[in-house]
């Protein structure tokens, strides 16, 4: 069975505090992605990796980087959170480039920065 | 850019079917519409994926007309645990993977 894991369901930051969330896939999969969910805007591409420490900004990737230094495992770092990035972020994977395959999703980590 | 429009949220009965459409005015030429299906506290799934006219698997059918502005996600008889956040995905003609664009999603209620 696919699984994408994240490492934290709820997490609470402070502003200004460096952030870190993992995503790990146990697929052998190529491509790993970053998206963020927030009411009424759907989810959002941070970022995408096609390979180890290959990757490409998504739609709204200010305030954001990532680092794949693994084939399972993705993460997301955010330098110095802010409160509007207070939102629920989900990593998916899919097994080739080609942009029409099926990505599979993790649980999300619900994210606060106070 | 690519925009997708769904209506926000839908009501229905059990056993009813529910239809929800998804326009997507900029769609690229190859791309298929995929539709994903989110339950509370739970990443998206994927339900079906299709190019045009019509697919059906196990779960739902999609409708695509010759145009491709737009795809109908077509769920028979649904129960209560068809409750969830549907959403259509496209690709933008400016190409790219970081063109792949969600819907907002469409916020289904089964009721009893």
């Known amino acids: 069975d696919v699984k994408v894991t994240q490492s934290s369901r709820y997490l609470v930051k402070r502003t200004g505090e460096k952030v870190f969330l993992e995503c790990v896939q146990d697929?052998?999969?190529?491509?790993m992605f970053w998206y963020r969910q927030d009411p009424g805007l759907g989810l959002r591409l941070i970022y995408f990796?096609?390979?180890?420490?290959?990757?490409e900004k998504g739609d709204i990737p200010e305030g954001y980087s990532v680092s794949r230094e693994k084939k399972e495992r993705f993460s997301l770092i955010l330098e110095s959170a802010s409160t509007n990035q207070t939102s629920m972020y989900l990593c998916?994977?899919?097994?080739?480039?080609?942009?029409?395959?099926?990505?599979?999703f993790g649980p999300g980590t619900r994210l606060t920065v106070l | 850019l690519a925009k997708t429009t769904q209506p926000i949220s839908m009501d229905s009965y059990e056993g009813q079917e529910v239809n929800i459409t998804c326009s997507h005015n900029?769609?690229?030429?190859?791309?298929?519409i995929t539709w994903y299906q989110q339950f509370p506290s739970q990443g998206p799934r994927f339900i079906i994926q299709?190019?045009?006219t019509k697919v059906t698997n196990e779960v739902a059918s999609l409708f695509i007309p010759a145009d491709r502005k737009s795809s109908t996600l077509s769920l028979p008889r649904v129960s209560l645990s068809d409750t969830a956040v549907y959403y259509c995905?496209?690709?933008?003609?400016?190409?790219?993977?970081?063109?792949?664009?969600f819907g907002a999603g469409t916020r289904l209620a089964v009721h009893p």
């Open positions: 998916a994977s899919s097994p080739f480039l080609d942009r029409d395959n099926e990505q599979f």
């Open positions: 697929m052998d999969h190529e491509n």
């Open positions: 990796s096609y390979d180890v420490k290959m990757k």
């Open positions: 900029n769609i690229a030429t190859n791309d298929y």
């Open positions: 299709g190019y045009k």
């Open positions: 995905l496209v690709g933008d003609q400016s190409g790219g993977y970081n063109k792949l664009i």
